[in-house]
């Protein structure tokens, strides 16, 4: 087995037992980087000097038998909308392509305290705002599986990177599937936490209600050991909350997680949603089919599968569809060629704004601050605005609904498959359609796990389990069965 | 369907320079994009409370101090990324007519 493919859990082990060092580690992902980043653009820039002093640092700790944080040693890659300092961060855009982070994102800070080694920085859609990766104003990422196709997004970038072999894990944020879809399309793990759980300082901002930071990974243990990394209240974001442990949640293992035995005695007592409005019209019927045998896989096992109903589905893309532009127009308001990132040169200072605005974002950006601009524009607020909030509560009830009946929602992450590049590049709304199952997670707020369950052909699809506010245990729980039981 | 005028006046709302080539392309688009939208006009929102915010805090705040150090540092780097400055300050092409 190459170092490249080695889970956190192993990177670990090795190191501890002196198996390897974090300099040889970190050196080999590097070495496959160098070799395949070309083809598949996952990285926009690599931090090999700060890498390899990190590294340096660990092992000196592990020689002198001090004792080691949590991931020392073990590289990442980060979406470049997360600050790390010193390094540039561009959100994929052109107005900040020369910005240098002058601090560190909670997150990042978090993950150098536990001896993370950042090996650099991902490609993104521009500000986080695509299905596809292709709207990064330095190109598209190539999906691993077959470079003629995209790798989702927006977290393309650092899902294809976990698929290369490129890191062991990255960061992705998730305002409306941004994890979960690019960890399916490339057959990775993701995990989109709850709402408040993952603090958002040093994230760059695109629609605050609804942006969540969460890990990617090879493993679900992985994304577990990530995410309690990353977890908690901080005091640099106020929407951020203590994550409530939930103790005595009876599906928990009373020893050793990965026993058979202790599978089946999880999914005995489960009872797994399958939202009826899910499965109609326009779901590519090969996706279907490997999601509803890997529903019927977890049947076998004991599981209680129950049609739940969330009616307002056909809404909720809609309604997101006008909160997330709306947001975003008010936050991106803040590139004016003041204060940092591009600046354009003009008359008046009216000129600045136009010319720099203009020049400095690319086309979905545009398009995103245009229908946020006009939906909170006066006389079209009520009609607009207003009422997608008020879809949005009863998006939240439908969840609530079907969760007193259920202990987890099973989905696909995706209606069709990893698409061409350029398929969908000229036809916006169709693009918009491809986040139908994803959406409604992040305005309700919950955690939501997409797991590889299968192929088409050679082509990934990912299941997605939903679950109850700060429930991330229980789904992660739900999805390491399915890892431990079948091989895909 | 958005006239050009209309496009034309929430490009300036958004402080976005357009050419006239633009203008018409996003005149398509963003008409297309709102025909779907307009989805939302199905739903009975009578007697619903709107949601901001998926959370239910609110209020949160902290003691007001200062944490003047870490900020005096940032600052001066902060200061840095203007591209116009002059005196420890950002300078800004005049606002208003003498």
Known sequence: ?488 | MLTKAEVQHIAKLARLGLSEKELEKYRKELSSILDYIEKLKEVDVSGTEPTSHPLKVENVTRKDGGKTEARSANSKILLEMAPDKKEGYVKVKQILNQ
């Open chain 1, 1 to 488: 087995m190459s170092l490249t493919e080695l889970t956190i859990s192993q990177i670990k082990e090795g190191l501890e037992k002196k198996d390897f060092s974090a300099q040889e580690i970190c050196r080999s992902f590097l070495k496959k980087i160098k070799e395949k980043n070309k083809e598949v653009f996952a990285f926009l820039k690599v931090a090999e000097e700060e890498a390899l002093l990190k590294a340096k640092e660990v092992d000196g700790l592990i020689s002198k038998n001090r004792e080691v944080p949590l991931l020392a040693g073990v590289p990442l890659a980060v979406k470049d909308n997360m600050l790390a300092e010193g390094l540039g961060c561009t959100a994929g855009s052109k107005i900040l392509e020369n910005y240098i982070a002058p601090y560190d994102a909670t997150v990042v800070k978090k993950i150098k305290e536990a001896g993370g080694v950042i090996l650099g920085k991902t490609n993104l859609d521009e500000f986080a705002m695509g299905s596809s990766t292709e709207n990064s104003a330095f190109g598209p990422t190539r999906n691993p599986h077959d470079v003629s196709r995209v790798p989702g997004g927006s977290s393309g970038g650092s899902a294809a990177a976990v698929a290369a072999e490129f890191c062991p894990y990255a960061f992705g944020s998730d305002t409306g599937g941004s994890i979960r879809l690019p960890s399916s399309f490339c057959g990775v793990v993701g995990l989109k936490p709850t709402y408040g759980a993952v603090s958002r300082y040093g994230l760059i901002a695109f629609a605050s209600s609804l942006d969540q930071i969460g890990p990617i990974a090879r493993s679900v243990e992985d994304c577990r050991i990530v995410f309690n990394a990353i977890k908690g209240k901080d005091e640099m974001d106020s929407t951020s909350v203590e994550y409530p442990e939930f103790k005595n949640w009876k599906l928990k293992a009373k020893s050793g997680r990965s026993s058979s035995s202790h599978c089946n005695s999880i999914i005995k007592d489960l009872k797994i949603g399958i939202p009826k409005e899910y499965f109609v019209k326009g779901i590519d019927p090969e996706v279907e089919k490997v999601i509803k045998s890997a529903v019927k896989k977890y049947e076998e096992l004991g599981a209680e599968i129950v049609e739940v109903s969330l009616p307002h589905t056909d809404y909720a893309l809609a309604a997101y569809y006008i909160i997330n532009p709306s947001e975003a127009s008010a936050n991106l308001a803040r590139y004016d060629g003041i204060k940092y990132g591009l600046s354009m040169d003009g008359k008046e200072l009216i000129d600045v704004y136009l010319k720099t605005r203009g020049e400095g974002f690319g086309a979905e950006v545009r398009r995103r601050i245009m229908i946020g601009t006009y939906a909170l524009s006066a006389g079209y607020y009520e009609a607009y605005y207003l009422r997608a909030q008020k879809v949005r509560t009863q998006v939240i009830k439908d969840f609530e609904k079907a969760f007193q009946k259920v202990d987890a929602i099973f989905c696909p992450v995706s209606p069709v498959l990893p698409f061409k590049i350029g398929e969908k590049a000229d036809d916006p709304l169709s693009m918009y359609l491809v986040d139908v199952y994803t959406v409604s997670v992040n305005l309700a707020g919950l955690p939501a796990l997409s797991l590889p369950v299968g192929f088409v052909k050679e082509l990934p699809v990912g299941l997605q389990i939903i679950g109850k506010p700060f429930e991330e245990e229980k789904i992660l729980q739900i999805g390491e069965v399915f890892e431990k039981t079948w091989k895909i």
